[in-house]
T-cell receptor, first 114, second 112 residues
Framework: GAGVSQSPSNKVTEKGKDVELRCDPI?????LYWYRQRLGQGLEFLIY????????KSGLPSDRFSAERTGESVSTLTIQRTQQEDSAVYLC????????????FGPGTRLTVT | GQSLEQPSEVTAVEGAIVQINCTYQ??????LSWYQQHDGGAPTFLSY????GLEETGRFSSFLSRSDSYGYLLLQELQMKDSASYFC?????????????FGRGTQLTVWP
């Protein structure tokens, strides 16, 4: 079946603009995760969803970041008033349930803030 | 809090064996996972250890010692395609169920 997909694959935006990043998880996966990866760094947890609810938002770096999930499927990560330090690859992953040992990752969205 | 330590770089030649270590600190521990990420690619799951001992999957093996808060990934018969970053990750009983904490990654370079 289809894997996790993300769009856009690349996004260049000007400082101060808002951006929306989309994630389509594997069908039937109830858990969905967002991570940020700066160049040469590890994966920084942002938020995860169980169904349409977010039990853990503690990784969101500021109130400029928000995320939602609808229909227990697609998720959108929104960054308002982007800053240069927001430049990174944003990775989405999904798993059957939150306790699953394996997470399936999408290809990521590379965000560049100029 | 949680912290994971792994070497930043490892190099080896084709056909060799390499071990990537990971030490961790958590407030409670569920298990240790390993992920592989090629340059520009998505991380892919390699293995999980919930109990002490060795798990083997083909050329790759992963080991865990909970008493030592230590694990490693062992790659045998190295191939050029194994050049990638390898991340260890832990799930912490003190955090929400779905949250994984990742190390900074080990860049493996395999030379011909």
């Amino acid at each position: 079946g289809a894997g996790v997909s993300q769009s856009p694959s690349n996004k260049v935006t000007e400082k101060g603009k808002d951006v929306e990043l989309r994630c389509d998880p594997i069908s039937g996966h109830t858990a969905l995760y967002w991570y940020r990866q700066r160049l040469g760094q590890g994966l920084e947890f942002l938020i995860y969803f169980q169904g349409n609810s977010a039990p853990d938002k503690s990784g969101l770096p500021s109130d400029r970041f928000s995320a939602e999930r609808t229909g227990e499927s697609v998720s959108t990560l929104t960054i308002q008033r982007t800053q240069q330090e927001d430049s990174a690859v944003y990775l989405c992953a999904s798993s059957l349930v939150p306790s699953s040992n394996e997470q399936y990752f999408g290809p990521g969205t590379r965000l560049t803030v100029t | 809090g949680q912290s994971l330590e792994q070497p930043s770089e490892v190099t080896a030649v084709e056909g060799a064996i390499v071990q990537i270590n990971c030490t961790y600190q958590t407030s409670g521990f569920y298990g240790l996972s390993w992920y592989q990420q090629h340059d520009g690619g998505a991380p892919t799951f390699l293995s999980y250890n919930g109990l002490d001992g060795l798990e083997e999957t083909g050329r790759f093996s992963s080991f865990l010692s909970r008493s030592d808060s230590y694990g490693y990934l062992l790659l045998q018969e190295l191939q050029m395609k194994d050049s990638a970053s390898y991340f260890c990750a832990v799930r912490d009983r003190g955090s929400t169920l779905g949250r994984l904490y990742f190390g900074r990654g080990t860049q493996l370079t395999v030379w011909p």
